[in-house]
Each structure stands twice: as structure tokens, then as C-alpha cells.
């Protein structure tokens, strides 16, 4: 392995005031804070219930626990950095722009409460006037036009339409987190508030799950390295994917349903987020496998120097692909561990051998192969690439093909 | 192959058991092999097997032990040489792991100098070596030096992250250790299924075991106090919650509740709640006989027992009970409706010379909001519960009086048709009702009588083609479930956790910390001026560090000395 210097991205002033230095340090450590004194408030505030808990947070026990862990952390964080100069990256300004992220979330998907039809006006049969059809429309219509933005620049590689293509695919991101917010928070709205449960119960949610996380991988690779070529494989995957949650849509797979008592557990809640952010940096190596392919095609044909300059070398590929599985590999294992401990409690055993399990071994397996290969030599970087794309293959048989075509315990998801 | 070659091959085994290729080899075999389970179905019948596959496939799977090919031996083997492939990679680089941690060189001869990526070569003025190194190591505090003087120059060596590769050992022995659990948990524990009917008491556990059933008999028994179903608003079930209460020696020693996701734990066994079904519920059939008569008679079984009737030799055999039947009876792609239909037993009826059947049987009419549309059941001809077909039976069954007003109107019409008496159908159909009105109801009608009457002659045609000498309706039942529980114990799942433990770790340690080593070399250049070198390199992820070093470079150059002429080394 060769290293490479990709040039800087030019990341904007702004941006960099607001997550550098000394206040880019305490906000971290203020969020740092909120969240263990949100968690203390549900380990030690009184009588803990997983639908009333959101409600505890936003009132004055909210306030009095959250807010005594902020102080806490912002007094943490100013005692430990009196010495080291702020000024420089560290941990919390890489920490700091993922947290700001989760309150933008936050504060749109409670902008979005506000425009929620009366409750006498939602209807467990007919949901079609919820304000997260609309938010979700917006995802769709947003990562559709990035996605033809980085394609098209990829012709016409000016940078402003490479501008418009990251700005709708970060607009993108934002509405549909935000939609999955909302959409836990109108699951109970219906029924006396019976059925509330975490927008990750189905395909349907998952996908627009997944799409948001290959966008937000693919768009921290492009803030911190150039790689605008790249993008438009990686939205090309999201396209498809946008284009499936259409397809479900029509389908009736839509709707907010109830959980089946197998589902009705925390750690859904911790494990299938974390199988998506597997997933999604599957996906993102995936494209750039695809990446080297086809920049591999063009060196050879020899033509195409304009097309060449906005594509990273094949080296830079490589190594982007690399990075993504170094985020999904260990996030997949722990899910997959995460898996084992919750089926340890749902179902008796950690491990059945079911199909869904199997699956995931088998995409651990494989993924594993891919890093022996490349730490062994003599392999090339086109072996690596088709790899990747192939590995991404057996991903999404796992993901959706054993949903489909396969039976077993894993009820979530059935299609039909 | 020849017993010479035998040996050799062994030796070459053991030679490459640690190497690379064959590790990926494995991965992808036992890639390739897990996957064959999930699409040859695993554990069901021998006999499903026998009729999938025909007489010769199925000997040739059987034996290959495909149909328990996680519990094969070849599948077991596969694992086993991966733990000894593991160990063994384990052993040929652990030591030299260890000793490259530990070595740690200062120098860096000339040849390397010029092969690395990043470096920046600068000259201070106004300033002392030993200045400039006090200046780097303050200026530079989370790294761990070593520093050391030779041909004249002063070098300093940094490391960080200088444990990454612990991240390998801990990866790869995690490895082991859940192979390891796991082998503990299929030879040491046992996982097997009971049911339990409400107020019984069960203390064998069954379980599939090659391709037959074992059992096991537990240290105690279980007895079901309750068993409950919880249902959301459309019918989806929202929790199954068993009371259970455990028995050992003779004693009650625990009561409690379980549900899905809720286990109870008791003397290393955990029972959890896995399924429930009729635990042969008391049903009483009401028979309705065809032959005319209008008479009725009553069959009282229980679900799972066959019923036979002595005169017509008609037996029933009472399969499934269910109190709830909720349906979408909503127009497909419309919103949906869901209604509950009632209660209705399941039963296959056989007699001779009828084809057998299976029914499902309701209790209650179909009510369509207000409009009454007469009892129904769902007929199978093929006795699979795919091919149900509603049957709707006209008359509303669970009214007697339209029984006897059915019966009086067929009589009537018998009567009528036999005199000839030259009524038109229409008329004698008309008449036939009236007549059959008064005879049930006298002159007190009542207030349905419209609807009533519609039912009945619809049910004229249905009800008399029916092939059955009698139609079998529920009338009532008492509700029993048996509880389906399954029961672990696995003394290898903790060994299991702290693997997974240690490979999540060890692969965080990996994949996030990076052994960088940074070399400066200082050399004092006239009176008050040094020349210094600085070089980097990163195990891994050398897009970062070629960041990070520049920001070495530039927080050196501004920190060091205070005049400052830069010779930067163009890359
Ligand atoms: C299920 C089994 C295995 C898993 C999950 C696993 C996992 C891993 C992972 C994640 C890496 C890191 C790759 C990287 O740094 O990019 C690695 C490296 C490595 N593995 Fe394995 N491995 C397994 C089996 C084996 C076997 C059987 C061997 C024996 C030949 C082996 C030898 C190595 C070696 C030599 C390295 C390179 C270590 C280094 O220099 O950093 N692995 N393994």
C-alpha cells in the first residue's frame, strides 16, 4: 500500500469555526453530558416506561437531569483541555459535527410535528395524510436529483453542479432522518398509542434507513477527501434503493404497522441500526469497486481525459474502499453479535442456524476473505474491486434476498 | 493416492495451515458451505425429505448429512481446521508480533530515509539541539520517545499506537474462544421444546436429534397456570404470556410470568416462551340432519379426538380450536376492515362413500354491518388450509326458529309439489312459506321475518345439496391452550460473549488505532543553528497520516527556535 496525499477539500470557513476550537470543545462535551444525564434519568429517574420516556425528557425532570449532566460536561471538558490547544483537530471537533447533525434532526422532525394533522384526523387505516408521507417524498425527490446531479458531472464536471449534487443529497439526509423521527412519533398517534414503536421494523423503514446511511459515509468521505467522482456510484446505489422504497410503497408496505411480540424488544433498537451501518459502508465500497472498474476501462481505452480528471486514481479508490469496510466490518460483527445476544433472549439460543444468521456469517466470511486478501500479496487491486462489488452482491441477498426467497425466525420484513 | 504420498501430504498441510492462501480459502469454503442450509431446508421430516428428493437423492443427502449439515461431520471438520488454522497463524506470528513491539529502532539507515512518503527536512537558527529537542518532546506530548545520539546527530523516535498489533492477537484468539463456546454449548447444554397444557404439568423437554426426536427429562416439572393472548386493534397478536409455576420434588418453588423476550431462569435452565396452540379444548357440535326430519342432535368432543356417529358411521376428527378469527374484510387495495369472525373449530369429516373434507366451522352467522347474512364455515376439498372456499349456508344457525322454519317451509313444499294441485312454482313456493310461517310462528311474526324468510329460501338450494347426512355447526366450547416452551441450558454462551467481547475490541484496535512512528534527526549546523529531519510512516491508513504528519510538521516548524528558514523538501 502506497500512501497518497488527496488534495484538502476546500471545507468552507464557516464550517471550520463552527467545529474548531474552544467552543467546538465544550458544545461536544455539553452533548456528551445531555446524553449521560438523559441515560442516568432513565436508569435512576423514577419509573422508567420505553413510551412515556420521551415525554419524562421534555419535562421538568428532563431539564433538571439533562441539564445537571450538561454542566457536568461542559465543567469535564473545560477542566481537560485548560492545557492543549483547541485550535488544532482532535476528537471532539471529529465527534462534534455528527452530534450537531442529531439536534438538526431533532429540531426538524419537531418542526414537522407542528404541521401534523388533529388527531381526530388520523386514522390507523388510511395514513396518507401524515406529515412523514410528505417528509419522506421530499427524501426521495432530493436523493433522485443528487444522484442525477453526480452523474451528470461526471460529463460535465463544472464545479457547481457537484455542489447542487452534495447540498440536495445532505437535504437528503436531513428529511429523511427526520422523517424516520417523525415516523416514530406518529406510530403513536394511532390505536391509543398501542403500536408505538422504532421506525426500524420493516423494509420499508429500513431503506430509507439504509439510504440516508450510505449517504451520510459516502458524503464524510467527500467532505474529508475529494472524491467527488466517486459519488455518483455511491448515489446511483442510493437511486435504486429510493427506487425500491417507491416500489414497497405501492404495495401497502408503507403503513405503520404493529410489532409481533418477537419485535417488541430494546435491543431492535440497537441491532438493526447497527446491521444498516454495516450495510450502508458495504454499499459505499461497493462503488468504489465499481469506481475502479470503470476508471480502470477508461485508462486503458485511453480516451476520456476530461472524464479521467474527476475520478480519484485507482490507488485512492482502493484505499476509500478499504475505509468503508473498516467501518462496516466491525459494526456488522457487533451487530451480528448484538443479533446473537438478543436471540439468546427472544429464542432460546444465540445461534440457530437460521437463514438470516447464516446469511450474516456468511457476509462476515466473506468480507473477511476480502481483508486477508488484500493484506496478502500479490493480489491486484482488479481482483479487490470485482471483490467488493461481488461481496455487495451477497450483502443484499442477505439483506433482502433471505427475506424474500428464504424462510425462518427472522419474521421481520416479510414481503407480501 | 498411494500411502507414500500420504505423509508428505500431511507435512505440506501443516507447513501451509498458517499461511494466507489457505486462510482464505477456508473463508470462502465455509462461505460457500453455510450457505447450502439456508436453502436445503434443515430439520424438517424424514418423510418430506424422502418424497422432495425421490429414493436415491435422498440416501445420497442423508448420508452426506445434509438435512442437520450444521451437526455434520464434514461441516464440524470445516470449523475444527479453521480453529487449527487460526492457532497455528496464531503461533507462527505472535512471537514475532511481540518482539517487532518490543524493538523499537532509533536510526533510520539512508536507504529508508529516501523510500518514505512523508517527510520534511527544515533549519532552525538562534538555537541549541538540546533546545530543540526539549521544545519537540513538549510540543509533542502524546507520543513515546526514544531518543539516542549517533554520527553526530541527535535522533528522536516517536511511537503511537504502538499496541495495534495486539488488535491482530486479540482478533484471531477471539476467534478461538468462540469456536470454543460454542463447541461447550452443543456438547455441555441442551435446548429442547415442551408443551404444556393449561392446568397440566410437563417435565420432558423433545428435541430433533439427526434425523430422529430425543428427549430429556428435567430436574423438575412445569405446570401452566394460564396461558394468555393479548391482540392489537387489527388482530396482529400483541404478547403471549404464560403463568408458570415451577415444581421440584414436590414443591412449588417459583410462580411467575413469561413472555416473548421475557424468560424465567431456574437452576441453570432458562424456559422461554416459544409457541402455543389448543390444549384440546372441550367443543360441542351441533348436528343439523339433512334427512328431513328437522331434528338435531349434539356431539361432544374435545379438539384432538375423533368423533364418530354410530348410525351413519360419520366420524369427525377435531383438529384446531381458535376463539378469535380476525380478517380483512375490506375490498383488497381498499382500507382496510377488520372484523372478527368468532370462534370456530377446525375438523376433518370422513364416512363412507364421502370424499373427505376438511371444515372450518363458525359459531357465529357473518353480520355485514347490519345485514345478517346466514351461518357459514370454509370447506377444504384437498385438506390443506390453502384451499379453504367460504360456504355460506343461508340460515342463520345460531337462531333455532329458523331451523324449524326451514324445515316447516321444506315440508310444506314437499306437500304442495305432491298434490299436483297446479300452482305455478312461484305460487306454491309462496303459499308453501306462509303456510310454514304460521306452523312455526303462529300469528306472532317476528319483527325479521322478511330477512328470515329471504335466508331460508336461499338455504333451500344449498342446504339440500349438501352431501353430508348431517351439517356439523359449533354450538359452544371451553377454551384450553397448551403453552409451547422451549428450555436451555448452555454453560458456553458466557464463554461465547467474552469472545465477541474480545473480537470487537481486538477489530476496533485494528481498524481505529494505526502504529505511527515519527523519526527526527537533529544536527547542528554552524554556531547557533540545527538541521532538522522529520519522517513518518503508518501501518495503516496512510491517507490520514499523511494529514497528520503535515500537522506535525507545521506545529514543529512554528514551535521550534524562533527564526525559522524553511528548506521544504518538494514531495
Ligand atoms: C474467521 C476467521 C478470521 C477472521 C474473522 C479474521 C479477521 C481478520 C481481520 C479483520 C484482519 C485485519 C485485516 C486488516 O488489517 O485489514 C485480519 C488480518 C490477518 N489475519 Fe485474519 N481472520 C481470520 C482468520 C485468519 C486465519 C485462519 C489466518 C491464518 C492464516 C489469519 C491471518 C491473518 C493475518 C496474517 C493478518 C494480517 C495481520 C496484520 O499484519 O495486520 N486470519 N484477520
Known sequence: MTSITMDQPQQSRLFAAIHQGKIAVLRCWAYLGFIGGASALAMFGSNYSESGYIFQLLSMSGVVWGGAGMLVGIGVGAVLTRSDDTDSPNWQSKLVPWLDGVVVLLLLMGLWTLFEPAASQISYTDQSNLVSVRTIMAMKVLFLFSAACYIAQLFAPESFIGKVASWCAWGGVYAGGSSLLLRWYESYQFLGGEIGHAPVSNLYEVFILLCCVISIIYLSFERRYRTTGLGAFVMFLVAAAVLFIIWLGSYGEADIKPLVPALQSYWMKIHVPMNFVGYGSFAVACAAGMAWLVRARLERSGKNAKLLAIFPSLDQLDQLSYRAVSIGFPAFTLATILGAVWASQAWGGYWSWDPKETWALIVLLVYGAWLHVRVSHGWSGRVLAWWSVTAFVVTLFCFVGVNMYLSGLHSYGHLG | MTQKNLPSLIKILLARLGTMPLAILLLIVLALASSIGTVLLQNQGQTDYLQQFG??????????????????????????????????????????????????????????????????????????????????????????????????????????????????????????????????????????????????????????????????????????????????????????????????????????????????????????????????????????????????????????????????????????????????????????????????????????????????????????????????????????????????????????????????????????????????????????????????????????????????????????????????????????????????????????????????????????????????RVIKTGETGVNLHLAGRSNRNPLAFTEEFHQLFNKLQQGCGIDTKSTKESL
Open chain 2, 55 to 520: 429414493p436415491l437423492w435422498y440416501w445420497v443427502l442423508r448420508a452426506l448429512g445434509m438435512f442437520d449439515m450444521y451437526h455434520s461431520w464434514w461441516f464440524i471438520a470445516l470449523l475444527g481446521f479453521l480453529m487449527a488454522s487460526v492457532g497455528a497463524c496464531l503461533w507462527r506470528n505472535v512471537p514475532r508480533m511481540l518482539g517487532e513491539m518490543r524493538a523499537r529502532k532509533i536510526t533510520l539507515p539512508d536507504r529508508i530515509w529516501k523510500r518514505m512518503e512523508n517527510q520534511q527536512q527544515w533549519e532552525v537558527k538562534g538555537t541549541s539541539v538540546d533546545q530543540v529537542v526539549a521544545q519537540v518532546r513538549t510540543l509533542l506530548p502524546g507520543w513515546d520517545w526514544l531518543q539516542d545520539e549517533r554520527d553526530g546527530a541527535t535522533w528522536l523516535r516517536g511511537d503511537r499506537g504502538r499496541y495495534h498489533k495486539w488488535g491482530y492477537i486479540l482478533v484471531h484468539s477471539a476467534i478461538l474462544v468462540i469456536l470454543i463456546g460454542g463447541w461447550l454449548s452443543v456438547h455441555y447444554g441442551f435446548r429442547g421444546n415442551m408443551s404444556v397444557p393449561e392446568k397440566g404439568q410437563e417435565k420432558e423437554i423433545s428435541f430433533v436429534q439427526g434425523s430422529g426426536v430425543g428427549h430429556l427429562t428435567m430436574p423438575f416439572s412445569v405446570r401452566c397456570n394460564k396461558f394468555h393472548i393479548e391482540f392489537f386493534p387489527n388482530g396482529m397478536p400483541k404478547e403471549f404470556r404464560s403463568n408458570l409455576t415451577i415444581i421440584d420434588h414436590g414443591k412449588e418453588v417459583m410462580t411467575k410470568d413469561i413472555i416473548v423476550n421475557g424468560p424465567l431462569y431456574y437452576k441453570g435452565v432458562r424456559i422461554f416462551q416459544a409457541s402455543f396452540g389448543d390444549g384440546g379444548s372441550d367443543i360441542n357440535l351441533k348436528l343439523y340432519h339433512l334427512d328431513g326430519s328437522g331434528t338435531t342432535s349434539m356431539a361432544h368432543t374435545a379438539v384432538y379426538d375423533t368423533w364418530k356417529d354410530p348410525t351413519t358411521g360419520v366420524s369427525l376428527e377435531i383438529t384446531d380450536f381458535k376463539p378469535y378469527n380476525v380478517e380483512n374484510m375490506g375490498d383488497p387495495g381498499k382500507a382496510k376492515k377488520f372484523q372478527d369472525l368468532g370462534p370456530a373449530v377446525e375438523f376433518v369429516l370422513r364416512g363412507k362413500g364421502l370424499k373427505s373434507v376438511k371444515i372450518k366451522s363458525f359459531m357465529n352467522p357473518f353480520v355485514l354491518g347490519d345485514d345478517d347474512r346466514g351461518s357459514f364455515m370454509m370447506v377444504s376439498l384437498t385438506g390443506d388450509a390453502k384451499d379453504y372456499q367460504a360456504v355460506p349456508l343461508g340460515l342463520d344457525f345460531s337462531n333455532p326458529k329458523e331451523w324449524k322454519l326451514f324445515n316447516a317451509f321444506v315440508g310444506r313444499l314437499a306437500q304442495r309439489t305432491s298434490k299436483k294441485s297446479g300452482e305455478s312454482g312461484r305460487e306454491a313456493n309462496i303459499n308453501a312459506f306462509k303456510q310454514a310461517v304460521v306452523d312455526v310462528f303462529g300469528d306472532k311474526r317476528p319483527a325479521n321475518l322478511p330477512q328470515m324468510g329471504t335466508r331460508v329460501v336461499q338455504s333451500v338450494k344449498t342446504l339440500m345439496q349438501m352431501p353430508w347426512p348431517f351439517l356439523p355447526v359449533l354450538e359452544n366450547y371451553d377454551q384450553v391452550y397448551y403453552t409451547g416452551l422451549q428450555l436451555t441450558q448452555d454453560p458456553g454462551i458466557n464463554v461465547v460473549w467474552v469472545g465477541s467481547g474480545l473480537l470487537v475490541f481486538g477489530l476496533c484496535i485494528m481498524f481505529y488505532m494505526s502504529h505511527r512512528k515519527i523519526w527526527l
